[in-house]
């Protein structure tokens, strides 16, 4: 029995391993590929608010249900994933932050709501997914990214020199729960791991099989991402923060894994070669990029970073997706500009060999990089 409890402690208690959330997320993410869609967070996003927009009035169309929008369900999937691992672990709880730091986790999400809209996507589906499909957008969108959290990090050096007492503020745990509600979290936790492994059978039952299993898939992420404490934005900003390049070399394996899987199955004619193309290949990859690399560090959180820790009680990350998913709502249904042109990397390079070989040499440039800063920290800032 105690061998039973401390394997349970270790998976449903315990943090896991940096690594293992990157290879959990590859999986799911090639499964997501699978099931005829790939891996994306923004939709979800823009399907919340076009319907806060449509019910306002704004909007005529209707839009696609939350309840049947794949996307909307991948990123729902995920907060109720992050919310069931939470309550399991004992660590779910209401959090308050400073003023200023609800003030910035607002301006974070806008931020990114609109750089999302110019790259085409987050930082799920314009640079991991994207560059798994071999994309040129998604490079180009991780140099956006690598920028722009640059930026976003010099100004909080700046603001904690000119606003230290706003930056010094603490919040507070709203309403900590009682010894009663604590036992039962668990139990709540685990009837929604239950009811998420039935949603293929739901779903299936109304002839939407394919959303039931993406709805499942999306929950399984946000269990990979709370378990592990997977962040997007922590392998961007890490390395200058605080020099560490772990998350990077995490994220590479991610990555590589992919990228591998993805491969695979266009290789196999499972789907499409130039499938899931942004065409953002140009300057809206890279200054998207930017933009949305500066609003997650505003926000403490990235896309799917917002998503697992909205399901935690985070409540500036709660107030991120708000103003996230309006932003890129707007933006997306009244501009309307080329941001670039749609790029698939064999055609560019030549030939499937050359377009792997880029994508593996700008990853392990991005891990030199970041184990050459970790020993010589020359790109620190704090």
């Given at each position: 029995m105690s061998v039973m409890k401390d394997v349970y402690r270790q998976v449903f208690v315990k943090e896991w391993p940096y690594w293992a959330g990157?290879?959990?997320?590859?999986?799911?993410?090639?499964?997501?590929?699978?099931?005829?869609?790939?891996?994306?967070?923004?939709?979800?996003?823009?399907?919340?608010?076009?319907?806060?927009?449509?019910?306002?009035?704004?909007?005529?169309?209707?839009?696609?249900?939350?309840?049947?929008?794949?996307?909307?369900?991948?990123?729902?999937?995920?907060?109720?994933g992050a919310f069931s691992a939470s309550l399991i672990s004992g660590q779910f709880g209401f959090r308050m932050p400073p003023w200023w730091e609800l003030g910035k986790g607002v301006i974070g999400g806008a931020v990114m709501g609109f750089g999302a809209v110019l790259a085409g996507g987050c930082n799920v589906g314009g640079f991991f997914s994207n560059i798994a499909a071999l994309s040129l957008s998604?490079?180009?969108?991780?140099?956006?990214?690598?920028?722009?959290?640059?930026?976003?990090?010099?100004?909080?050096?700046?603001?904690?020199?000119?606003?230290?007492?706003?930056?010094?503020?603490?919040?507070?745990?709203?309403?900590?729960?009682g010894k009663t509600v604590k036992a039962i979290q668990?139990?709540?936790?685990?009837?929604?791991?239950?009811?998420?492994?039935?949603?293929?059978?739901?779903?299936?039952?109304?002839?939407?099989?394919?959303?039931?299993?993406?709805?499942?898939?999306?929950?399984?992420?946000?269990?990979?991402?709370?378990?592990?404490?997977?962040?997007?934005?922590?392998?961007?900003?890490?390395?200058?923060?605080?020099?560490?390049?772990?998350?990077?070399?995490?994220m590479f394996v991610a990555l590589f894994l992919y990228v591998i899987g993805v491969s695979l199955l266009k290789w196999k004619g499972i789907s499409p070669e130039t499938w899931y193309l942004f065409s953002t290949a140009g300057w809206g990859a890279v200054v998207g990029g930017i933009i949305f690399g500066f609003g997650m560090i505003l926000a403490g959180g990235c896309g799917s970073g917002t998503l697992f820790r909205v399901g935690e009680g985070q409540i500036k990350l709660i107030a991120t997706l708000i103003s996230m998913s309006f932003v890129n709502s707007l933006t997306k249904h009244y501009l309307h500009f080329k941001f670039g042109e749609s790029v698939f990397l064999p055609d560019l390079m030549g030939s499937w060999t050359g377009a792997l070989i880029l994508v593996l040499a700008v990853m392990l440039f991005w891990v030199w990089f970041s184990c050459w800063n970790e020993e010589n920290e020359k790109f620190v800032l704090f």
């Open positions: 990157g290879i959990g997320l590859a999986a799911i993410a090639v499964l997501l590929w699978v099931a005829d869609q790939p891996w994306g967070i923004i939709g979800g996003y823009r399907n919340w608010g076009d319907w806060f927009f449509y019910l306002a009035g704004l909007y005529d169309k209707m839009p696609v249900s939350p309840l049947l929008s794949t996307k909307s369900l991948m990123a729902g999937g995920l907060v109720l998604g490079l180009l969108m991780w140099a956006g990214l690598l920028i722009g959290t640059f930026l976003g990090l010099k100004y909080l050096g700046w603001e904690m020199e000119a606003v230290p007492s706003a930056v010094m503020g603490r919040g507070v745990n709203i309403k900590p729960a668990p139990y709540i936790g685990w009837i929604l791991i239950v009811t998420a492994m039935f949603c293929p059978l739901i779903y299936g039952n109304h002839y939407y099989t394919k959303q039931g299993i993406i709805l499942f898939l999306g929950f399984m992420s946000g269990i990979v991402m709370h378990r592990s404490r997977f962040c997007f934005a922590a392998a961007f900003r890490d390395p200058f923060m605080t020099g560490e390049g772990d998350k990077v070399r995490s």
